[in-house]
């Protein structure tokens, strides 16, 4: 089985990125996760630096990446939050959505915090 993953928001973000670990995740080479606030924080982003994209078309996005994985989403991870501590404690969702995921890797650019 391969291992888990979950990915970022800042490795979402990236269009050629993101299809490129989509694509590694559909072909079992790591069983990819995420939850519904690092999309939040993605799309967030992507129609905040990106005015021009069409809202339909990234909330189509959205819904194209939660059906191409089977059980993609991680839930119930939010009691874990407060229970983690990070440099920057608006990471520490990512922490605890891994840890319920029993992830052994978060797939991130942010190597500071």
């Known amino acids: 089985m391969a291992f888990v993953a979950v990915y ?16 590694v995740a559909q072909r079992g080479l790591v069983r990819a996760r995420w939850t519904e606030q690092i999309l939040d924080e993605t799309f967030t982003s992507l129609r905040s630096n990106r005015p021009d994209l069409d809202p339909e078309r990234l909330t189509r996005t959205r819904e194209l990446m939660n059906s191409s994985i089977r059980d993609v989403l991680i839930t ?30 978060i797939v991130t650019t942010n190597l500071q915090d």
Not at 77 to 104: F, G
């Open 76 to 105: 119930e991870y939010a009691p874990l939050i407060d229970a983690v501590s990070l440099p920057d404690p608006q990471d520490r969702h990512v922490l605890a959505a891994a840890i319920r995921a029993h992830a052994q890797v």
């Open 8 to 23: 970022d928001a800042n490795v979402l973000y990236p269009w050629l990125l993101r299809d490129v670990l989509i694509r």
